[in-house]
Structures are given as C-alpha cells and as structure tokens.
T-cell receptor, first 111, second 115 residues
Framework: GQQVMQIPQYQHVQEGEDFTTYCNSSTTLSNIQWYKQRPGGHPVFLIQLVKSGEVKKQKRLTFQFGEAKKNSSLHITATQTTDVGTYFCAGPAEGAQKLVFGQGTRLTINP | NAGVTQTPKFQVLKTGQSMTLQCAQDMNHEYMSWYRQDPGMGLRLIHYSVGAGITDQGEVPNGYNVSRSTTEDFPLRLLSAAPSQTSVYFC??????????????FGPGTRLTVT
C-alpha cells in the first residue's frame, strides 16, 4: 500500500539554528498536509499544499510541495523553544478516503 | 464550539476486558476517524467514517469495532483488550463532506494501558 516516509526521525538543534524535515510518498499525492504535535498534546493542522511546486510561508516556517507531487519539506528558520514538538506530514491514500501519515520528525531544542 | 471531545482521558484495563472510547464533535463534520499513536510509529488509522451509517477499516482495524449512528458521535470499541493495544488513541474529524483531504481536527486523546 501507499507509504509516506519522513526523515529524519529525530532532530536536536540549538535555539536559533534552522531545521528541515522531509516527507516522501511512494505515490503521487493530490495534496499534502502538515501537522504539529506538542509534547503531550494532539496533532494540530498547520497547512495544506495542493499545487505542484507550491511554496507557502507561515512566519518562520516554509513549506514546499515537490514538482512531481511525491515529496514535501518543512523548513523552520531560526528555531525557537516554542517550535519543540513532532511534525507530521500526511497525504490521501490513492483510491481511498483515508489519510496516511508519516512517522513524524521529533524536534528538540537546546535553549 | 467544543470541537472534538474524547472520553476518558486515561484508562487502565486488564487483558480481556472490553471498553468503549467515546468521541464526539459539534462541528457537523461528515468525516471522522480513529488513530492510534505508538512511539516511533506515527499515527496509524484504525477505522474511519464518511458519514452517519458508513464505516470502513483503516490500516490496523483488528481488535476494534466502530459504529456511526449519528453525525456527532463515533465510538471505538475494544472487544477484548490486549497489551499490544496499549497506546494513545486520537479521534479526528474533517469538514470535507466525507473526504479526508481537508484539515483534520483532532481530539485531546485517550491514553490507554492494558496490563
């Protein structure tokens, strides 16, 4: 079945450093969503990308959708302690009304 | 709006016991789903529903039952709890008219331990 892979699984940075997580799908996606889960919390929707090559920004966060619509990335510039958490990408399963999540990238930050 | 609510927040079960995890949403969303989250495994879909009276299996349905008699409620039943079902369970809903490719709203989760 369809697989959505995220790398890295863990990332530890110093506050102020940049951070990037990558998401790769085994199939072409009609869209991709990104979520953030704070420690002990629940996933919260960040953004959805739909178009090939799309780039969207939310303050220090930059989201990209690949030209082939099989990969995506989330880049955080100058991390802050409030960015701590696990970041998930998710895409709709081919031919089914399901959302498939990546394993997530857990970000920890040294203040 | 309360959004998506889940009860209980925490639960400890003995092997073989059964229970129902409750999920409700007040946003009139057609699409609802249940996920379990285990360390390093991300979110895995258990069951989902595209509307009242319609349910289907996700990635890891074994040992779980669901029903959807109303738009608002989507309970998850554990038939005979096993230690492998120790996990955090999240319910989610989406406004996408039965389509999951819209923003998912997650509940706060139920932390289940099976001994």
């Amino acid at each position: 079945g369809q697989q959505v892979m995220q790398i890295p699984q863990y990332q530890h940075v110093q506050e102020g450093e940049d951070f990037t997580t990558y998401c790769n799908s085994s199939t072409t996606l009609s869209n991709i969503q990104w979520y953030k889960q704070r420690p002990g919390g629940h996933p919260v929707f960040l953004i959805q990308l739909v178009k090939s090559g799309e780039v969207k920004k939310q303050k220090r966060l930059t989201f990209q959708f690949g030209e082939a619509k099989k990969n995506s990335s989330l880049h955080i510039t100058a991390t802050q302690t409030t960015d701590v958490g696990t970041y998930f990408c998710a895409g709709p399963a081919e031919g089914a009304q399901k959302l498939v999540f990546g394993q997530g990238t857990r970000l920890t930050i040294n203040p | 709006n309360a959004g998506v609510t889940q009860t209980p927040k925490f639960q400890v079960l003995k092997t073989g016991q059964s229970m129902t995890l409750q999920c409700a949403q007040d946003m009139n969303h057609e699409y609802m789903s249940w996920y379990r989250q285990d360390p390093g495994m991300g979110l895995r879909l258990i069951h989902y529903s595209v509307g009242a009276g319609i349910t289907d299996q996700g990635e890891v349905p074994n040992g779980y039952n669901v029903s959807r008699s109303t738009t608002e409620d989507f309970p998850l039943r554990l038939l005979s709890a096993a230690p492998s079902q120790t996990s955090v369970y999240f319910c989610a809903s989406s406004p996408g008219q039965g389509n999951p490719t819209y923003e998912q709203y997650f509940g706060p989760g139920t932390r289940l331990t099976v001994t």
